[in-house]
T-cell receptor, first 116, second 113 residues
Framework: GAGVSQSPSNKVTEKGKDVELRCDPI?????LYWYRQSLGQGLEFLIY????????KSGLPSDRFSAERTGGSVSTLTIQRTQQEDSAVYLC??????????????FGEGSWLTVV | GNSVTQMEGPVTLSEEAFLTINCTYT??????LFWYVQYPGEGLQLLLK?????DKGSNKGFEATYRKETTSFHLEKGSVQVSDSAVYFC????????????FGSGTQLTVLP
């Protein structure tokens, strides 16, 4: 597509349930990122995928969080046993490669997650 | 580690006022610097960037100059419009470990007519 596409755009879930958030990056972009933006906070890096390399998971806040990227394209972020503190906007981004200098990172509109 | 410190908001200005949003950074290596903007209900968009010292990024009347000596990348606009109301994020990527952006906490700008 023309931009980074995320779904669902809004999700309300009960505490303890699992959720899946989907990201479809820009076609041809090998790098894919997940960020989290909590209310009143800045953006927090979660995970980074680059081609077929092992993902950089250093930002995942707990083992309840995991992400996959199938076929080097679509990615799914899964949050198990959701907690209220997981409520945030989850942003996906993609770029052409892992050389940041000169590469523009394009963001999706985010998935707004509310855990009640 | 890397960090970005942004001027705290919210900032409220009248239309046609001069805008400065301060941003300073700490980084290893030679980072690239970015300003992103998030309009209400929309995703983050790249506003401008600078990849080396003394570079000036500019877009939509906004400017920011990469100042290595003061480790700053302040955002400026000479005459703001109501449509500039948004949240602005300063960010860097460290060329020596360029796997993710480090963002500032964001500055909410409201421009009143």
């Amino acid at each position: 597509g023309a931009g980074v596409s995320q779904s669902p755009s809004n999700k309300v879930t009960e505490k303890g349930k699992d959720v899946e958030l989907r990201c479809d990056p820009i076609s041809g972009h090998t790098a894919l990122y997940w960020y989290r933006q909590s209310l009143g906070q800045g953006l927090e890096f979660l995970i980074y995928f680059q081609g077929n390399s092992a993902p950089d998971k250093s930002g995942l806040p707990s083992d309840r969080f995991s992400a996959e990227r199938t076929g080097g394209s679509v990615s799914t972020l899964t949050i198990q046993r959701t907690q209220q503190e997981d409520s945030a906007v989850y942003l996906c981004a993609s770029s052409l490669g892992d050389r940041w200098s000169g590469n523009t990172i394009y963001f999706g509109e985010g998935s707004w997650l509310t855990v009640v | 580690g890397n960090s970005v410190t942004q001027m705290e908001g919210p900032v409220t200005l009248s239309e046609e006022a001069f805008l400065t949003i301060n941003c300073t950074y700490t980084a290893t290596g030679y980072p690239s610097l970015f300003w992103y903007v998030q309009y209400p209900g929309e995703g983050l968009q790249l506003l401008l960037k600078a990849t080396k010292a003394d570079d000036k990024g500019s877009n939509k009347g906004f400017e920011a100059t990469y100042r290595k000596e003061t480790t700053s990348f302040h955002l400026e606009k000479g005459s703001v419009q109501v449509s500039d109301s948004a949240v602005y994020f300063c960010a860097l990527s460290d060329g020596s470990s360029a796997r993710q952006l480090t963002f500032g906490s964001g500055t909410q700008l409201t421009v009143l007519p």
